[in-house]
């Protein structure tokens, strides 16, 4: 391939949540929502894409947790019954809205919307990772890994055999869910520390991705910038995020997402409806909740929403197509560059930006068209297979998250955890030392251990204080996993567990079930 190479990456990530305790869980619909308004369309873009021999080429990361979800029986089951509650909700505001001129077309673009998905849904039997991995095993993607429970890595450096255990635990739950090894990783939230450089290549990692100055800032300067990756002294490859292309997406004041054209994210009739028109999709306590039938567009920065108007969004979509490629074309031009590299959350295209997946899909839509031969999309994997040839520096510490460092995970919001994190962290560890041969109860109360502590230590809990969300969710979450593995080790050091500490240790490994498929050595050799 010769030109500049065009890597578009999406992180795909959510927290573990299983609820069987709960008919219905709030927090489970964070799983359901993102099915439907980012894994479908993007699926569904992928295959039409593919249907009309249109090119196109996408690396993405599956987190543990979110392919544990996507896979799992029971969710998949309530996923069906949240689609199925929607469908009737829309049938029903089709019969509400009949004649209105301004609503009416919208409740039928949702009804019409719904169906089609459905019909992906049920495409791929219920599991997105599925149809994930068929598009991988054709070439139109490039599925890669991350850490076991997106674990905040710097924030583990007092306790280093937990950034192993992470990173080698994120490869081996990769290559279990998905069927297939990935052999690059999304580092969580992009955060690196040198100190880790040897833990990363030891788990097989081959290339992972910064933000702009984790590459930049390197040592010895790297002479391409942003536009070429590096290689770490360890031999790990890295890409760098690049800016302008990161802000035309992302920047709050002039990315694509704020159009006035496109959907308003928070008029929802969830919460504009009274509660008698809602059917079903009113949470526990009649509590409101988003139902994603949103009909308003974003307008301007008031109070005052006009109606959503899909076509006209659509006509908006493939301008900002258009105009993303040739924005890459003119830094093809302009810049030496060997690959420019744009990665983004998955999330934000369907669930933040509705649009988002018609987006990607016009992307390649728009780079199919081009004739000069200046700009190719690529996978990171296949720019490494084409140009393996990289300069050797040590990236820099750094993050992707706001200013650049540590301040969203271990800032004043959340440094609370921290101290519980370590203790856990370092408490399991002498547990598995301890017990490392153990097996029968014994054994399954050591794995659920480790299940615990893997989840303690995802980044989600601290994000989610920082930003202010479900912090009551997030904390009760931490002070259970906390509990819970404490309880787990004094079962270990009992001398006669009873009746009630196997009921105790069933329920655990019923509601946290990560990873209930590795046991043993699988668990506990990472320690």
Not at 375 to 394: K, M, Q, S
Request: aromatic share 12%; net charge negative; glycine share 8%.
């Amino acid at each position: 391939m010769s030109g500049t190479h065009l890597a578009i990456v999406l992180h795909a990530h959510l927290p573990y949540v299983r609820h069987p305790e709960h008919e219905r869980s709030l927090e489970e619909r964070w799983l359901f929502e993102a099915i439907l308004e980012c894994y479908l369309p993007l699926l569904d873009a992928f295959d039409r894409l593919e249907a009309e021999g249109v090119p196109f080429r996408l690396t993405m990361s599956l987190t543990p947790p979110l392919a544990s979800m996507l896979a799992d029986p029971m969710l998949q089951g309530r996923f069906h019954e949240y689609l199925t509650r929607l469908e009737a909700l829309a049938e029903v505001e089709m019969v509400r809205l009949y004649g209105d001129a301004s609503f009416a077309p919208v409740a039928t673009f949702y009804r019409d919307r719904f169906a089609k998905l459905r019909g992906v849904w049920d495409r791929y039997q219920g599991n997105v990772v599925r149809g994930l991995r068929a598009h991988w095993d054709r070439g139109n993607i490039e599925l890669i890994a991350c850490s076991a429970t997106h674990a905040y890595l710097p924030g583990y450096l007092p306790t280093p055999e937990s950034i192993g255990a992470q990173l080698r635990l994120g490869m081996a739950a990769f290559a279990s869910l998905v069927g297939r090894p990935a052999r690059g990783m999304w580092l969580p939230e992009c955060a690196y520390d040198p100190a880790f450089d040897g833990a990363l290549a030891d788990s097989g990692v081959k290339y992972t991705l910064l933000d702009e100055h984790g590459v930049t800032h390197a040592r010895p300067r790297p002479p391409a910038g942003v536009f070429a990756p590096i290689a770490s002294p360890a031999g790990t490859a890295f890409f760098a995020r690049d800016p302008a292309s990161s802000a035309q997406v992302w920047s709050r004041e002039s990315g694509y997402p704020g159009d006035p054209f496109y959907r308003d994210f928070y008029r929802d009739i969830g919460f504009d409806l009274p509660e008698d028109l809602l059917r079903d999709e009113v949470g526990p306590f009649g509590t409101r909740v988003m139902t994603g039938l949103k009909y308003y567009r974003i307008t301007g920065p008031g109070d005052h929403k006009e109606p959503y108007q899909p076509g006209v969004a659509m006509e908006r979509v493939r301008a900002h197509a258009h105009d993303f490629v040739e924005a890459r074309r003119r830094q093809a031009r302009d810049v030496d560059a060997s690959i420019i590299v744009s990665p983004y959350d998955a999330e934000l295209f369907g669930h933040w930006w509705f649009e988002g997946p018609d987006f990607i899909e016009a992307v390649f839509r728009a780079l199919a068209q081009g004739t000069d031969g200046r700009l190719a999309a690529v996978t990171l994997g296949e720019h490494l297979a084409a140009r393996p040839e990289l300069a050797v520096a040590t990236p820099a510490a750094s993050s992707w998250g706001e200013a650049g460092y540590g301040e969203v995970w271990v800032g004043p919001k959340s440094g609370h955890l921290w101290r519980h994190v370590h203790h856990a962290s370092r408490y399991v560890k002498w547990l598995v030392d301890r017990h490392r041969g153990a097996d029968g109860f014994r054994g399954e109360v050591l794995d659920q251990v480790i299940r615990e502590l893997l989840l303690l230590q995802s980044s989600d809990w601290a994000f989610i204080l920082h930003t202010g969300t479900s912090t009551g969710y997030a904390e009760a979450r931490v002070r259970a996993h906390v509990r819970r593995l404490r309880h787990l080790g004094h079962l270990l050091e009992k001398p006669a567990p009873d009746g009630a500490d196997a009921r105790f240790l069933a329920d655990l490994q019923e509601r946290d079930a990560f990873l209930s498929h590795f046991e043993g050595p699988d668990l506990r050799d990472v320690f």
